[in-house]
């Protein structure tokens, strides 16, 4: 029987497409790398990000606050995405620096409100992702019982106004996002396909060369999908990436050990990515010639 089961699988043909890039060795003269980045005007110890997650309790009792503990504990940026308010007070009472990921509610007062309580916790910063709307495949145009839809350039605007602080926008995916975040203030963007939303994505590090060079430095680029070892951060970094989120990767971890679970991997990721900087003369996340990359 033919099979189609995997055809267009989104995640898949971005595992391959990580694995068909190749890296060159620069040795000569080469220094131990540092792998320290500083992000919204905070430090930390590596650009490896636990990535939007939510609904963790399934994974481990208490996920999403053993993830939290386990980012604080590898000095990793931890980013939420759905949850309730509680557990962002949870998630922020871990001492971890936390960016919120807001759905986009069709209800706008819903919106501005979960901006407020996300400042008035202390969030480093906050953001939407824009791409999880209108339902499909992938989810059914909600988020929890409450209706997503699609925002305009002023919708963003207005939260950029109001959140007063980094306002990110999450699964851009095309140049024309990439001028738009620009046009409505964001203050980063994170280049991802949100575990395939769509069939067929591009993966994101195939199209974040193009995204760097509309962004052209302005903001902060971030990439997530099928991040999974040391090599994969390399390389998104390399095309343009000033960190990288992680999500899957972290699970099994998680379930195995909480906390330490999560931070393991995370500095097991963050020690692969050293390595390969080491190797190649790179010798902080920002400085990454992206020629080392053989396509
Ligand atoms: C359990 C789980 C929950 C997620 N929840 C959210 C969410 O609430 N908001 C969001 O923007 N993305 C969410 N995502 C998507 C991730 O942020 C990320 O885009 C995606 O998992 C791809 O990264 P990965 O391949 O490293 O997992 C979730 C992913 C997982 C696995």
């Not at 971890?96 to 007062?109: E, F, G, Q, S, T």
């Not at 839809?149 to 602080?165: Q, Y």
Request: glycine fraction near 10%.
């Amino acid at each position: 029987m033919e099979e189609t089961v995997n055809r267009g699988n989104s995640e898949l043909i971005t595992r391959e497409y990580f694995d068909s890039l190749q890296v060159e060795l620069r040795t000569i003269d080469a220094v131990k790398a540092s792998t320290g980045v500083e992000l919204f005007g905070a430090s930390f110890s590596t650009p490896v990000m636990v990535t939007a997650l939510s609904g963790l309790d399934k994974t481990c009792p208490n996920g999403m606050v053993e993830t939290a503990r386990g980012a604080a504990a590898a000095g990793a940026l931890m980013w939420s995405g759905i949850g309730s308010e509680e557990e962002l007070e949870a998630l922020i009472g871990t001492g971890a620096k936390v960016v919120k990921i807001i759905k986009p509610y069709a209800d706008r007062d819903l919106i501005f409100k979960k901006i407020a309580h996300a400042k008035k916790a202390g969030v480093l910063a906050l953001g939407m992702d824009t791409d999880f709307v209108f339902g499909g495949k992938h989810h059914k145009g909600f988020a929890m019982e409450y209706p997503v839809s699609p925002k305009t350039l002023d919708d963003i605007k207005s939260f950029v106004k109001a959140a007063g602080l980094p306002f990110i926008l999450k699964g851009i995916l095309s140049e024309q996002d990439a001028e738009k975040a620009l046009e409505a203030g964001a203050g980063g963007i994170v280049v991802s396909h949100h575990q395939g939303i769509i069939e067929s994505a591009v993966p994101p590090v195939k199209i974040l060369p193009r995204i760097a060079g509309v962004i052209n430095k302005r903001i902060p680029i971030f990439v997530d999908c099928g991040i999974a070892r040391g090599m994969d951060a390399f390389k998104a970094l390399a095309l343009g990436a000033q960190a990288v989120g992680t999500g899957k990767a972290l699970m099994k971890g998680l379930a195995a050990e909480g906390a330490a679970g999560v931070q393991k991997v995370l500095e097991t990721i963050t020690e692969e990515l050293r390595c390969a900087m080491n190797l190649t003369s790179s010798p902080d996340p920002g400085h990454i010639d992206p020629a080392v990359i053989w396509k």
